[in-house]
């Protein structure tokens, strides 16, 4: 695997770090245990780090010295693809011939490496876009700047370069078909999963103790990497609006924020902060740093709801881990959230971003204990719908299906 | 040999081609001549491009594809590295193993490429920086933006990968190694040349009749792209200076500035003609597109001298070219200027870049006419010192010693 601009084993809901991160874990960590040992590419951001760490047994990460350590925006990463292949491929020469079997990419500026290395080991090149650019800019945050052209340029090079493609969900598979031009018969729609066992162990009360929150609060969480596109101002603004129209829930209400700033969000890491103070929510509103995952599971649990207002999302982990807890979701409908939230079963899906949308969305959940138990029921039913068990299935599957149908170019 | 942003079939002039195109072209076909056949690879920018062009006998230039043909800024090709090398790598696989026995990089984009390529085919790594981002950093011209760090590190990358370096003065080669850590063994001096049949065959009456240039007229010539860097704004400043401490002067002066905007300069094209009517220039200032070699040999015939006002120059071209033709050349004391040009031998330095010192200068050279028959006699003797027979000649010895001190590296 290749994950060049983030780490798997960097801490979600910082810096590039997100679902992706915990995506190409805990994929490699099923491939392993499934017979597939997995060596996992990734650009080193520290001199401490060691060139190979055992993530878990038969999954390895290889920190690759391509650019300063520290100090590189994303920006500045595709002036490292070429020196970046260079590491890669050298590696593989201390191996015997035909040590991998196949390349699968994460992020189009790992997919850029991949159909290098793809070329060069005579393997078949299996990418997964995650999230991209056409799609992010058609649904741009206010405030939020396009994806550089660049980018859609690179993107399109690794769709006609991949042997097979890994779509999340059947509308990203739509996506890469009619924006990218990808060949309907090389995109194989595979639902990322989640961990029962860290997210669906904690009784709310419990949790709540453990948090120190009182067991009668509202807990309305969001999660996630702040950033426009994550969309944590709506959340904000729904409250408000619910607040004035209620001034009788202001006591009983807790808005954990639980994520760092990421992405153009860094450019202003305090403004979603001064949001909270202009709106008049600070006794109300909580900033937590990242936490890793048992911590957040806590969170979840802990919560009466969470919100997922992003503009858009491939998949949505977020949402589908705090279902996991039993804990409904009230999503924005877009991307992915529309495979992961069952609307009125396992959470509420709202249409745009109208903070008087989201307010009475968030009032019929708070206000609404019956309603609350069914979602919470169904949210549990949902989560098990997503494994990575199946995940990690179907992606061994996509790898040889890649085999039989790798594209007839020379190896070089 | 890989210049991957510019090809040496483009029109020096324009765009991002200059000195550079003319370099890569010129020693190719004496490298050729001398039993070296040349391939060049560059990035096609049309689709009307066929994949190999013969540019002259036993040199032939290779369009690869890699990105949109048209639109692609120069801040958007680090994007491109790693598929254009893939597409390098895919064309050496068409020839027998072995066919290429150096690779030579030109500008560092390509030697971010040339890297991959030394790996991956186990032949040497020839490096000509050209243009340093180090050195144009601390040497900007008022507005202009400085070099993003991106090209620093890539440029200290390809430093460190390179077998041999070619630098194009001793300066350069100073710089290679003060500034990027070049180890001292690693670097070669080699002049650039000039082609005396090109630039020296022109008589100056006749070239003024062939341009309708008054026989009696003062012609201050500035070739070269319309960029900050270039600093065609000091020349005019100088002439108005000029002008107006001299005002009979006026009806006798031609100041032509052939070239077209590049670089920074193409975000404002027409900023140069607008400072030409503000400073009330414009009955003197003539702007002519870029010229082929053979008419820009005319033009510098033309001139009574050449000015050079560079903030910074590797080489310099055009000084050398223009003394080719006997003209004398009044040049910034910045960067090869100061080895091409001999101060009150075959021309001027200037220090620094104050319109009443270049004014000075221009009227020593106009109002001086025994000044100016020595000058140019010393600019034809200077100009027979470079030949890019000898230039070719050295670089053939330089990738003989960059196989016998190949670093020693894996090859992938």
């Known amino acids: 695997m290749i994950s060049l601009h983030t780490s798997p084993l960097d801490q979600p809901g910082t810096g590039d770090a997100g679902g992706m991160n915990v995506y190409v874990l805990e994929v490699a960590k099923r491939l392993a245990r499934q017979g597939a040992a997995v060596d996992i590419f990734t650009r080193a951001t520290s001199s401490t780090l060691p060139a190979v760490v055992e993530a878990a047994d038969g999954v390895l990460v290889r920190h690759v010295a391509s650019g300063p350590f520290e100090g590189l925006t994303k920006g500045e990463l595709p002036a490292q693809l070429c020196t970046f292949a260079r590491e890669v491929l050298r590696t593989e020469t201390l191996h015997p011939i035909g040590h991998y079997d196949v390349v699968h990419s994460h992020y189009w500026l790992s997919g850029q490496v991949g159909a290098l290395a793809r070329d060069r080991w005579g393997v078949p090149l299996v990418h997964s876009m995650h999230t991209m650019a056409k799609v992010k800019n058609a649904a741009l945050a206010a405030g939020d700047a396009p994806e550089p052209s660049g980018r859609l340029i690179g993107e399109e090079q690794v769709v006609a370069a991949a042997d097979m493609l890994i779509a999340n969900t ?113 006794d109300v509103v909580r900033f937590v740093p990242p936490v890793d995952q048992s911590r957040l599971a806590t969170w979840y649990a802990a919560s009466t709801l969470v919100a997922v207002p992003s503009h858009n999302e491939s998949f949505g982990l977020v949402a589908v881990e705090a279902q996991a807890a039993g804990t409904p979701v009230v999503a924005a409908a877009v991307g992915g959230l529309t495979t992961v939230v069952d609307d009125g079963v396992s959470g509420l899906l709202v249409d745009g971003h109208d903070p008087r949308d989201w307010a009475a969305a968030l009032r019929r959940v708070i206000c609404d204990p019956a309603l609350r138990a069914r979602l919470s029921a169904g949210a549990s039913a949902q989560a098990r719908m997503f494994a990575w068990e199946r995940t990690a299935q179907l992606t061994l599957e996509t790898y040889d299906r890649a085999r039989s149908l790798m594209r007839m170019d020379v190896a070089v």
Chains 1, 2 share one sequence.
């Open 170 to 282: 059947e509308l990203e598979a739509r996506q890469l078909v009619d924006l990218y031009g990808a060949e309907p018969g090389r995109v194989e729609v595979i639902h990322p999963g989640v961990d029962l066992s860290v997210f669906g162990r904690n009784q709310p009360a419990a949790a709540r103790r453990e948090l120190g929150l009182p067991l009668d609060a509202h807990v309305l969480l969001f999660a996630g990497r702040i950033q426009p596109l994550k969309a944590p101002d709506v959340l904000l603004r729904a409250v408000a609006v619910l607040l004035e129209e209620d001034p009788e829930l202001r006591s009983r209400l807790v808005v954990p924020i639980v994520g760092g700033p990421s992405g153009s969000g860094l450019e202003h890491p305090e403004s979603l902060a001064q949001l909270s103070s202009d709106l008049g929510l600070d």
